[in-house]
Structure formats: structure tokens, C-alpha cells
């Protein structure tokens, strides 16, 4: 489908984007957490917090990786659409010959069912 | 002291949190201003319990002093000592009006904290926990309805941005941010406009269709809106031949666009993302292959009207050209919108009040047999072989840079149309006017092949549109070789060395033009010259065509007629060679008229019992003038 390197691009922005969502997360849970009644969990808050501020950097190194290694855009260098009229027009020959073929194996059906 | 201990409770006097942000910040009441201080310190003095404490002093030393002095003056004795309090009390009370009334500034000098109860410090403390407690549960609240709410939107835009990732694996997408400020959507947009054309300056105009706006549907999900028949595609078609089309497979895409629109709606949602993409890719497909129809048909209209050779224009309408090519041949061009091909055909060619023939396409003439009834002499090419053959000269000539083109020189055309040569249209035009020549002569030829067993047609790819080619070979089976050099052996002592089992003629046709070789024999070359005005003279037109099997099997330089009769063979294994030599066409046409029903000497074979042959054969041998059978 898509050349590798820009599957794993897309596919590591997007992991970003996830992360970013379970660090919202996270500190909703970790204020929920404060707000306990009978007092914060200390090893829970140690937990989330560990796991955010992980996340944190992670999101960043990510970040900083992508943007070092994005290349320039280079608009429409090389265009393919009139390969891409060639191709259709292949297409259309091809749809041609076989519809013709098929009239062969048809009268070739008839002949020996004839016979 | 006695009964009800009155108790008022003031604030205390620190600064209490009002509100607190979602950033963090605290607020706190503001400062109240000086005269407000002022105000609510002496509203503040409440002088009813001096008031009573004094009375109670009072009464205390009057009850001293009565119990010394008891009699007279007791009543008033105190109510004047009250008085005099009162009067203290009330000119302390003026001092300070009197001080606040002339603005001196008077400041607090400092007010002693009073000392809070214990249980006071514990409330504040748990007054701003809970206070707290809230802040953080708000803010927890807040955290998760942000991330879901994140996570919503990436999901919409994965899936908005996955599609047009996609698309863009194929297709120009381009981004204007203007735009996108204006609308709604993001801006971007599908070019379709090809601007790397060879000849630039021929169709510099991109059409309307070649920007194509991407919108959002109602889902989040990338949508494209096209108004109903905006793709036109070309249509080609001979005049007057109904021709049955490829039904429905070359018509498929075509069909798609329109169906598309209406049902795109209601089947989204049954439809998987992929299947969306790919309907969405084909259609971008139609539009673009609609843009190249269109600016196919923009050159043939310029071309027509250039004066080139082979290119006669008869008739003209709104995306319609009608061109005559040649021996009452005539074609037309025209754009129609997409899936409407056939409707168009039949409208047009009932406009121009040409009787419409039905016939099946000339390919299709195996499968004519069985009707039987359809004419073959006047079989077209397929239309849309035509159409397919147009499409690609036009984008060769155009759009492939040179030096990608491929190297054939007999599609080579130069684009240059006018007096010095055929333009595109030209070429096409004398293309098809020697396909449907070349067909003709094809079937003269298939006639001649057809029932002898012996006679193989081959037909020769020429890479040449306007040249053909065929070899009929004659193959003479082994069997009768040897027989024939069995039972003649003595009289052919020769001709073991000169039999050959194998002849061969050669039709090349250029144009109109029939030429014909023999095998072995370059320098006799019978040319047939078809004068294209000479259709109405039906009966040269015949002759020479029908001349033409005649003469293919009578080519040769040393001819020699040879009937092999073989008695015992009784499967009728007749073969017979007319090798003759050489001689102008008219001694054989003198022959052929000797010859009982000589042009149909194709039934003649198989049908003949032997004897007859033979006795015919030695008739002809006579004739011959005693030359020597070889």
C-alpha cells in the first residue's frame, strides 16, 4: 500500500496522539484520586505520576524524531498523470481483448457442442 | 451575670479564599476600602454590655454607699451616675464621629488577633480541605471529558486523514489555507490538472472539473461532491452500423459516476472505510479520464478544420463531429455524458435520417454462420477499437514527452496537420478507411480459404495501421506426393526434383491498394489498382476481388497443372495444383471460362467425382498447348 517508512511515520504521530489522550488520563485519575475522601493512595499517585511523566517523555522524544526526520515538501515533482491515461487506456484495450476472446471460447463451445 | 449570655461571632479577621482557578490561582476578596473599615468598626460597637457592667459597678458601689446612706437619695443617686456614664460614653462617641467627619487619617494600629479556639482552627482546616477536595474532583472531571473528547476527534481525523493519505498516493491534494479560514473545512483540494503536458500550449485551459473540492461529510469522513453528468466521455461510431457494443463490461466505470451520486448516501454506512476509499479513487478516475476526453475532442475539432488530407467534415453540433471518410463511409465523434453512450447513438443516427442497418460487428463473423443472413462485404471495425485507437494516438501525439515515446514507426505521426501531410485526424481517418477496405479483401480471401482443406490463410501483423498483409500457403499432404510420383513416374521424371509441396502467395494491401505475390516468382506482380470512385461499377469492383483468389493460386513461375488421381483413395483425397506458367491474367481468365464453373472451383473440389476431374483436367491439358506437365 504505502512505503514502509512512512507507514511507521504515520503510525508513530498517531501513537502520539494516543498517549497525549492517556496522559489526559492520567491526571484526571490522579486528581480523582486527590480528591478521595479518606485520603490519597500514595503508591496509586506514585504509579500515575511515574507512568505521566514517562509518557512525557516519550511524547517528546517522538516528537523531536519526527520533526528532525521530516523531509522537505517538494511539491508535485513528478507527475504521472499522463502514464496514468496510458494505463487506463491499456485497461480499455485489455477489457476489449478479452471481451474478443471470450466470443472465440464462446464459438469454440458452440463448434464442439455442434460437433 | 445572669440568664442568657448573649454571643455574636464576627469573621475572623484573615484573609479568607474566595475562589480558586483552574490554573491554580487563588482569589481572595478584595480589601474593603477605608471608609468601609470605618463603618463596619463602629457598627460594631455595641455598648450594651458596658452599659449593663456599668450599671452593675454602679449598682455594686450604690449598694455600698446605701448600705451607709439609705434613705433619701438612693433613686436619683444612680440614675444620675447612669446619665453621667452615658454622657462619657456618648462625647467618646462624638470625638470619634467628629474625627472620622474631618477625614483625618486614622489608621487601624493594629488589632490583636484574638486567639482562635481550637475547634476554629480545626473548621478553616477543614473548610479549605474540602475546598480543595473539590478543586482537584472538578479538575478531575475536567481531565477525562478532555481526553475523550481528544480521543473522538483523533479518531474522526484518523479517519479523515487515512482516506486522504490514501487518495494522495495517487492524486494531486493540494491545501489552500485561505480558503480554509473561510470554510469550514480544511481547504484542500484534488488537482486534476495534468501540467506537465508535451505540447503546452495546446491545451494550456484546464477545465472546470480539474479541481475538485474536499469536503467532510456528515460523519467526519472525507466526501466528494460532484453534480450529476459532469464527466462526459468520447464516443465513436460509424454511421448508419448499429453496432452492438461490449455491454457491460467496458460500460461499467462509465455507469458507475451516475449511480454513484444517489446511492453514495444511503450505502455509506454498510460500506467499509476501504471500499469507500476505492470508490472514491474510481471516481476520481472517471473525472480525470473525463478532463482527457474532453481535451481529446477539443484537438479533433481543431484538427478538422485544417484542411488535412483524409478528413472531410460533414457535420457539426454541440459536442458532435461527423466526418466523412471515404467510399460512403462516414463517422462520427462526439462527448457525451458518462453511461449514456448507446441512448446518444441511436438519437444521432436517427437524426441524420440514415437507415439503420443491424448488424453485428464485423469481429463477431464467426458467430455469423449461424445467422446466415448478415452481409459481410461491408463489415466495419469495431467501434470501440476506434475509440480505444483514437485515445491512444491523441495521447501520444500530446502528452508523452518525446523521448518516452515508443519507437513505432508506422504510428508515428507527426502532429503537424495541413498541406504537407495527414494531421492526427488525417492519419486516423486513412486508417480506418483501409481497415474497412483491408476487411473486404479478407473476406474474398476467407472465401477462397475456407473450404479447401489444403489452403491455410496466415495473416501478418504489419505494425503499419495502413498496411496489411496475408500468405496463403498450399500444402500438399505427403500422401499424394509420393502417390503422384508413384503412377507418374515415368512421364515426370522431372519433376520429383521440381515438385514442391508448398506454395505460397503473398496479399499485401496498402491503403486501397491489392498487391500480390507469388511464391519464387518477385518480378510477376499482378496490381490491382481500386479507383475509390468506382463503387457505383459494381461488377469491376466484383471482378477484381473475385479475381483475386484466381490469381493467388495461379501465381507462380513455372506452372504446371497437375491432377493426381488417385483410384484406389476412394475418400476422395483430390488434390490437384494448378501451377501454370506464366502468362498475363487474361489467358487465364480465358482459361477459367473454359473451366466448368472455374470461378467456383472451390466447390468444385470435393464434390467432383474423379473421373470428371479427370477428364476435365486432360481438357485443360490440352489446351495447354502440349506443354509439359510438370
Redesign the interface.
Known amino acids: ?2 512505503s514502509p517508512t512512512q507507514n511507521t511515520s ?1 503510525r508513530r504521530l ?1 501513537n502520539v ?2 498517549r ?3 496522559v ?2 492520567l ?6 484520586e ?2 478521595n ?1 479518606t485520603g490519597p493512595r500514595k503508591e496509586f499517585i506514585n504509579n500515575h505520576c511515574r507512568e505521566f511523566m514517562k509518557m512525557i517523555k516519550d511524547i517528546q522524544v517522538t516528537l523531536r524524531d519526527e520533526i528532525k526526520s521530516a523531509c522537505e515538501y517538494r ?2 515533482e513528478k ?1 504521472d ?2 502514464s ?3 494505463n ?2 491499456c485497461c ?2 485489455l ?2 481483448v ?3 476472446l471470450d ?2 471460447k ?2 469454440i463451445d ?1 463448434y464442439q457442442a455442434t460437433v | 451575670m445572669d440568664g442568657n449570655l448573649e454571643i455574636s461571632l464576627d469573621k475572623l479577621p484573615i484573609k479568607r479564599l474566595e475562589s480558586i482557578e483552574e490554573n491554580g490561582v487563588e482569589r481572595y476578596p478584595s480589601d474593603s476600602s477605608y471608609d468601609e473599615k470605618r463603618v463596619s468598626l463602629i457598627r460594631r460597637i455595641d455598648f450594651a454590655w458596658a452599659l449593663e457592667d456599668d450599671e452593675e459597678r454602679e449598682r455594686k458601689k450604690r449598694q455600698k454607699k446605701s448600705s451607709k446612706d439609705a434613705s433619701a437619695t438612693w433613686q436619683w443617686q444612680s440614675m444620675v451616675e447612669n446619665l453621667q456614664l452615658a454622657h462619657q460614653e456618648l462625647s467618646v462617641i462624638i470625638d470619634l464621629i467628629n474625627t472620622v467627619d474631618a477625614n483625618d487619617a486614622v489608621t487601624v494600629a493594629g488589632m490583636t488577633r484574638p486567639k482562635p479556639l481550637p475547634n476554629e482552627v480545626l473548621s478553616d482546616l477543614a473548610v479549605s480541605a474540602a475546598t480543595k ?2 478543586c ?2 472538578q ?6 471529558q ?2 475523550k473528547a ?2 473522538e476527534q ?1 479518531a474522526r481525523e ?1 479517519r479523515f486523514y487515512g482516506a486522504l ?2 487518495l494522495q ?2 492524486w ?1 491534494v ?1 491545501r489552500q489555507r485561505l480558503a480554509a479560514a473561510a470554510s469550514s473545512s480544511e481547504g484542500f483540494i484534488i488537482d ?1 490538472f ?4 508535451y505540447d503546452s500550449a495546446a491545451m494550456c485551459r484546464p477545465s472546470s472539473l480539474s479541481t475538485i473540492r474536499v469536503d467532510h461529510d456528515s460523519a467526519g469522513m472525507l466526501a466528494i461532491n460532484l453534480p450529476p453528468n459532469s464527466c462526459r466521455s468520447l464516443h465513436f461510431g460509424f454511421l448508419g452500423v448499429h453496432s452492438a457494443d ?1 455491454p457491460k ?2 460500460g461499467k466505470i462509465r455507469t458507475r459516476g451516475s449511480v454513484e451520486q444517489c446511492t453514495r448516501e444511503r450505502e455509506k454506512e454498510s460500506m467499509s472505510d476501504d471500499e469507500y476509499i476505492k470508490e472514491t479513487h474510481t471516481l476520481l ?1 472517471e473525472v ?2 473525463s478532463i ?1 476526453d474532453d481535451q481529446v475532442f477539443e484537438m479533433l475539432n481543431r484538427e478538422a478544420f485544417n484542411q488535412s488530407i483524409g478528413v472531410n467534415v460533414t457535420g457539426i453540433r454541440e459536442n458532435y463531429l461527423q466526418l466523412s471518410i471515404g467510399q460512403g463511409n462516414t463517422l462520427f465523434i462526439s462527448l457525451v455524458p458518462s453511461g449514456k453512450g448507446d441512448d446518444q447513438d441511436a438519437a444521432n443516427t436517427q437524426d441524420s435520417e440514415s437507415a439503420i442497418v443491424p448488424l453485428d460487428s464485423f ?2 463473423v ?2 455469423e454462420g ?1 445467422h446466415g443472413t448478415s452481409k459481410r462485404k461491408w463489415g466495419f471495425p ?1 467501434r ?2 476506434c475509440e ?1 485507437y483514437l ?2 494516438i491523441v ?1 501520444e501525439h500530446a ?2 514527452k518525446a523521448k518516452d515515446k515508443p519507437n513505432l514507426s508506422g504510428t508515428r505521426v507527426s502532429g503537424q496537420s495541413g498541406k504537407d501531410g495527414p494531421g492526427l485526424l488525417g492519419h486516423f481517418c486513412l486508417s480506418l478507411a483501409h481497415r474497412i477496405f483491408s476487411n473486404r479483401v479478407l473476406v474474398e480471401l476467407e472465401n477462397v480459404v475456407c473450404r479447401v482443406p489444403y489452403l491455410h490463410l496466415m495473416t501478418h501483423p504489419t505494425w503499419h495501421s495502413q498496411t496489411s498483409s496475408w500468405t496463403i500457403f498450399l500444402k500438399v499432404p505427403q500422401s499424394i506426393l509420393h502417390a503422384e510420383s508413384q503412377s507418374l513416374k515415368s512421364d515426370f521424371q522431372n519433376m520429383k526434383d521440381a515438385v514442391k509441396s508448398q506454395f505460397r502467395t503473398k496479399v499485401v494491401v496498402n491503403d486501397d491498394r491489392i498487391n500480390v505475390e507469388g511464391d519464387g516468382a518477385p518480378n510477376v506482380v499482378s496490381l490491382f489498382k481500386r479507383s475509390s470512385e468506382n463503387i457505383s461499377s459494381v461488377n469491376k469492383y466484383e471482378c477484381d476481388l473475385a479475381d483475386l483468389p484466381v490469381i493467388i493460386l495461379l501465381q507462380g513461375d513455372t506452372v504446371s497443372l497437375v491432377a493426381h488421381v488417385n483410384p484406389e483413395d476412394i475418400k476422395g483425397g483430390i488434390a490437384w495444383w494448378l501451377v501454370m506458367e506464366d502468362g498475363s491474367p487474361d489467358d487465364w481468365k480465358l482459361q477459367m471460362d473454359m473451366y466448368d464453373g472455374a470461378s467456383e472451383y472451390r466447390k468444385f473440389l470435393g464434390h467432383l467425382t474423379l473421373d470428371v476431374l479427370y477428364s476435365t483436367l486432360m481438357d485443360l491439358v490440352s489446351l495447354c498447348g502440349g506443354g509439359r506437365n510438370h
Open positions: 500500500m504505502d504515520l498517531q496522539e494516543k497525549i489522550v492517556r489526559l488520563e491526571a484526571g485519575g490522579v486528581m480523582d486527590l480528591a475522601p511539491p508535485f507527475c498523470y499522463s496514468r491515461i496510458s487506463e487506456i480499455k484495450k477489457e476489449y478479452l471481451f474478443q466470443a472465440m464462446q464459438t458452440e | 477536595l473539590q482537584y474532583r479538575l478531575g472531571k475536567y481531565f477525562k478532555s481526553a481528544l480521543e483523533i484518523a493519505i490514501r498516493q495517487n494531486k493540494k486534476l495534468d501540467n506537465s503536458l461490449i463490461e467496458l478516475r480525470h479520464q482527457f469481429d463477431n464467426k458467430l449461424k469495431n470501440t477499437s480505444i485515445q491512444q495521447h502528452f508523452v
